[in-house]
C-alpha cells in the first residue's frame, strides 16, 4: 500500500508530526510504504517535495494546496491523507480542529479582515464536502462533534483514533531516572511543587492565564517551568514579572527530550483556549502527572477526578483552586493518571489506522 502523509512544513515539535513519526514503524512493519509530501522536512524520511513560490501565508497554503492536488491527479498514491486543508484528498486527520471553531472562541473582530483567515474557511468548507474525501481522522470526539455539527459530514466518515503514546518513553519512572537529577541541577528539592507547561503559541495554550492562576495560588512556593517557544515570549516574561512570579516561572525553550521535564514535575498544567487534543496531555499522563485542562481541549475527555481536573478556558481562580489541589494530592494521583492512557499505545492507534486504511483500499 502506497500511503502519501501532507504537511506542509514537517519538523520535530508539531503535533502532526509527533503523530505521523509514532505510526510511521508500525505502518511500516504493516507493508506500508509511506512518503512525506511537504515543501520540506527534518529526518531521513521518503519524501515528495512540493515548493511553489510564495508571497505571504495564503498565497503560501493556496499554492501549496495546489500543488498537492495535481500530485493526487497523478495517481502515484493509493491513498493520500492531509494534515493540510486540502479539498481533493481521501483523508483528512483534523489534528488542528476546526478552524470555524477556533475563530470564534478567539473572537477577536479583525480576523473578518483577514485574507488567510478568509481562505482558510473556504478551505475548510470545501474540503469536508468534497466528494472525495472518503474519511476524516478525529483525535478526540470534541472534534468529531464539532465537524458534524457544522459541515453535515456523514457519521461514517468520522472515525475517532486518539493519538498514541509510547508507554515505555513515557512512564513514571522518569521521575527516578531523570527527574531527579533535572531538580537538582535547577536547585528545586523534593518537597516544591513544579508544574509543568509544555506547548508553542502561548497565547493559544493559556499561558497568561496560568501565570496569572500561579499569581492567585495558595501555595506560594510552587514553581512553573514552560517548554515551548513562541515570538511574543518576551511578554510573557514582562507578565511574569508584573504579577510578581518571574522568580518561581522558568522558561526553558524548545526541547528535543522532555522526558526529564516529566519526570521531574508534579503537575502537567495545559489550560488552552482551543486544543484537539495535544500529545502532551497524553505524554504527561502517562508519565504521571495530574492534568488540568479546560473543557475546549479533546485532552478533557481521558480526565476525571482521580487524574486531575477541567475548568473552564481563562477562569484563573478555578485554575489557581485546582493547582493548589492537585499539587497537594499529586503523588496519589501518579497511577490513575497513568491508567487513563494505558489503553492508547502506538500498537492500537496502528491497528485502527490499518484498519482505516484497508477498508478504503
Not at 82 to 96: N, Q, T, V, W
Not at 218 to 229: Q, T
Not at 273 to 296: C, H, I, K, Q
Request: glycine letters at 6%; one cysteine or more; aromatic letters at 8%.
Amino acid at each position: 500500500m502506497k500511503l502519501a502523509i501532507v504537511r506542509q512544513k514537517y519538523t520535530p515539535f508539531g503535533g502532526a508530526e509527533r503523530f505521523v513519526e509514532r505510526a510511521l514503524v508500525a505502518l511500516r512493519a504493516n507493508n506500508v510504504d509511506v512518503s512525506i509530501v511537504a515543501r520540506e522536512w527534518q529526518g531521513d524520511l521518503k519524501g515528495v517535495r512540493v515548493n511553489p513560490f510564495y508571497l505571504g501565508r495564503t498565497w503560501r497554503d493556496a499554492g501549496f494546496a495546489r500543488g498537492v492536488q495535481r500530485l493526487i491527479a497523478q495517481r502515484r498514491f493509493d491513498l493520500v491523507q492531509s494534515h493540510e486543508r486540502i479539498p481533493g484528498c481521501d483523508i483528512y486527520r483534523a489534528g488542528d480542529g476546526v478552524h470555524a471553531t477556533w475563530l470564534e472562541l478567539r473572537n477577536q473582530p479583525l480576523d473578518a479582515l483577514s485574507p488567510w483567515h478568509r481562505y482558510t474557511l473556504a478551505a475548510e468548507a470545501e474540503m469536508f464536502r468534497h466528494p472525495k474525501l472518503r474519511a476524516v481522522i478525529c483525535n478526540s470526539r470534541m472534534v468529531k462533534d464539532d465537524i458534524a455539527r457544522r459541515f453535515d459530514v456523514a457519521e461514517e466518515r468520522l472515525q475517532v483514533i486518539y493519538s498514541g503514546v509510547d508507554l515505555d518513553a513515557f512512564h513514571p519512572r522518569l521521575r527516578e531516572a531523570q527527574g531527579r537529577t533535572l531538580r537538582e541541577k535547577t536547585g528545586v528539592d523534593s518537597a516544591t511543587p513544579v508544574i509543568l507547561f509544555v506547548g508553542s503559541g502561548y497565547q493559544r495554550k493559556g499561558l497568561p492565564t496560568l501565570l496569572r492562576a500561579l499569581a492567585r495560588m495558595v501555595r506560594d512556593d510552587a514553581r512553573l517551568w514552560v517548554v515551548g517557544r513562541d515570538k511574543d515570549e518576551s511578554l510573557l516574561r514582562k507578565l511574569a514579572q508584573t504579577l510578581g512570579v518571574d522568580d518561581r516561572v522558568l522558561f526553558l525553550g524548545a526541547q528535543t527530550d522532555v522526558k526529564p521535564f516529566y519526570g521531574a514535575a508534579d503537575v502537567f498544567a495545559l489550560p488552552t483556549l482551543y486544543d484537539p487534543f495535544p500529545n502532551a496531555a497524553l505524554e504527561a499522563l502517562a508519565s504521571g502527572l495530574p492534568l488540568v485542562t479546560t473543557t475546549t481541549c479533546g485532552a478533557a475527555e481521558l480526565v476525571t477526578p482521580a487524574n486531575g481536573a477541567v475548568i473552564a478556558a481563562g477562569d484563573v481562580a478555578a485554575l489557581a483552586a485546582s493547582l493548589d489541589s492537585l499539587c497537594g494530592r499529586a503523588p496519589a494521583m501518579r497511577d490513575a493518571a497513568r491508567a487513563s492512557v494505558a489503553h492508547l499505545d502506538l500498537a492500537q492507534m496502528a491497528a485502527q489506522l490499518m484498519a482505516l486504511y484497508s477498508r478504503l483500499v
